[in-house]
């Protein structure tokens, strides 16, 4: 049995899939009753099992005359082996019999022509006498698309597909603006989840956690302690690169993961219209670039046919053009794109909650607080009554701190709005990580305290 301590970003299906194990297995092994994790808790792992025997290795046939024989590697396409060794797709398909371009690592091909083996140079040392084999030039990155040329950009996006017992994994490889690449490794056939709608769907937990400035934050329409406690709550909640395409929402992404789907609000939609009006030079390179567009508030895609597709049946295409996922995972890591996450976790969500009124009865007394924002300030706080209202919904969080504020206001024989601006603030989370009925409203109370967040009114 090994262990694993959970640190800051991560989450149990993240944690699942890095492990190669599931959420479901995870909480029977630990006991849990919930997904909530705290910063430096221990999980228990399974063992992974020793690795079965290899099994015999069928003999390849032989290639036909004037062709030669090439394995698959890591991060290879059918059109950058066809350009490596100066063939065509279609010749590669016909000739290894595909009906896809789909390829799997160490799948074998047979490739149009004699590739000449590299002339060997004068040892210095007795020659090695290793079997002869086919040597890949090194990967070539693929020239930038021609205008307009949506198919071709989407060929920047490598996707390996091995299947498992039930399920099938991908690697895509993701090219970043900074000239890194970074490797998605998703699974479909997400049975564990009760929320499944679409097993070819897929989950993915994300890999980023870039750091936005405060400044930035701010400009979104937020003071600076409410930008402080959403960006403490985007760091906590998920990774801005996240994607599941498995439940009704048909393609949700992000931090909160805002969802495609009109039936479920489609925030996502909300979110592209904003990186297209906000940055659209960034914009036009992740997602114009690949068919991908905004309009009207509405998401559009061009499929292979050129024909353009828009609302739900746009998210379903995409859901099921996994390298399409590249250019969201990719507007993950952009700080520009990411912004606008942000921006509509504000307008969606912080707002709300700060605006939220409360009608109370204090000690026999019926008041109304026109506005959360009127009676509360600190960061601590703030943090907490965003972080509940992004996952439990705005009428939850309202109905919960009212309930506490009611409870406390009695203890303290307090009845006017006045009073309740003067409670503790530190209090009032305290309370709510004590006695709320909802563990993730209490999980969520707690990690604010255990941030060490100030509770020090504004």
Not at 217 to 228: E, F, M, N
Request: charged content about 20%.
């Amino acid at each position: 049995m090994s262990t694993y301590t959970v640190v800051k970003g991560d989450t149990l299906s993240a944690i699942a899939t890095k492990f190669g194990t599931t959420v479901a297995d995870l909480k029977n092994l630990n006991g849990l009753k919930d997904n909530i994790l705290k910063i430096g808790q221990v999980l228990k792992l399974k063992k992974t099992p020793a690795p079965a025997p290899p099994k015999p290795v069928p003999a390849q046939p032989a290639p036909p005359a004037g062709a030669s024989i090439y394995k698959v590697v890591k991060g290879d396409t059918l059109s950058g082996i066809a350009k490596r060794f100066g063939t065509t797709v279609e010749a590669i398909k016909t000739l290894s019999k595909l009906k896809t371009t789909v390829l799997s690592i160490g799948q074998v091909l047979q490739i149009p022509g004699t590739v000449k083996p590299a002339q060997p140079q004068p040892p210095t040392t007795p020659p090695v006498v290793t079997p002869p084999v086919v040597t890949p030039p090194p990967p070539v990155t693929p020239p930038p698309a021609a205008p307009g040329d949506y198919m071709a950009a989407r060929k920047q996006y490598g996707l390996v597909v091995r299947p498992d017992t039930d399920f099938r994994r991908f690697e895509l490889s993701v090219p970043l603006p900074d000239g890194r690449t970074v490797v998605a490794k998703m699974r479909d056939n997400v049975k564990y989840s009760t929320f499944t709608k679409y097993p070819e769907g897929i989950v993915y937990g994300g890999q980023s956690t870039i750091n936005i400035p405060i400044e930035k934050v701010v400009s979104v329409g937020l003071t600076s302690r409410q930008a402080a406690a959403l960006e403490y709550v985007s760091s906590h909640e998920g990774k801005y690169d996240a994607i599941n395409s498995y439940d009704g929402g048909i393609f949700s992404f992000g931090f909160i993961q805002f969802v495609g789907a009109v039936e479920h609000g489609g925030s996502l939609n909300r979110v592209l219209a904003g990186m297209k009006a906000n940055a659209p030079a960034r914009f036009a390179q992740v997602f114009q670039q690949v068919g991908i567009d905004s309009a009207a508030g509405n998401t559009t895609v061009l499929d292979e046919s050129g024909r353009l597709l828009s609302g739900d049946e746009a998210w379903l295409y995409i859901q099921k053009t996994v390298p399409l996922y590249g250019a969201f995972i990719r507007a993950g890591f952009d700080p520009d794109l990411v912004l606008e996450q942000l921006r509509a976790a504000n307008d969606l969500y912080v707002q709300s909650a700060l605006n939220f009124r409360l009608n109370l009865t204090l000690n026999g007394v019926k008041i109304t607080v026109p506005r959360l924002r009127d009676i509360l300030s600190s960061e601590g706080l703030l943090t907490a009554v965003i972080a509940i209202a992004i996952n439990r919904g705005t009428g939850t969080m309202g109905r919960f701190v009212g309930e506490i504020m009611t409870t406390i206001a009695a203890a303290k024989n307090i009845t006017t709005p006045e009073a309740l601006r003067e409670l503790d603030e530190r209090l009032i989370c305290q309370t709510l990580a004590d006695s709320s009925t909802d563990t993730r409203t209490r999980a969520r109370a707690q990690g604010v305290l255990d941030a060490g967040l100030s509770f020090e009114k504004a």
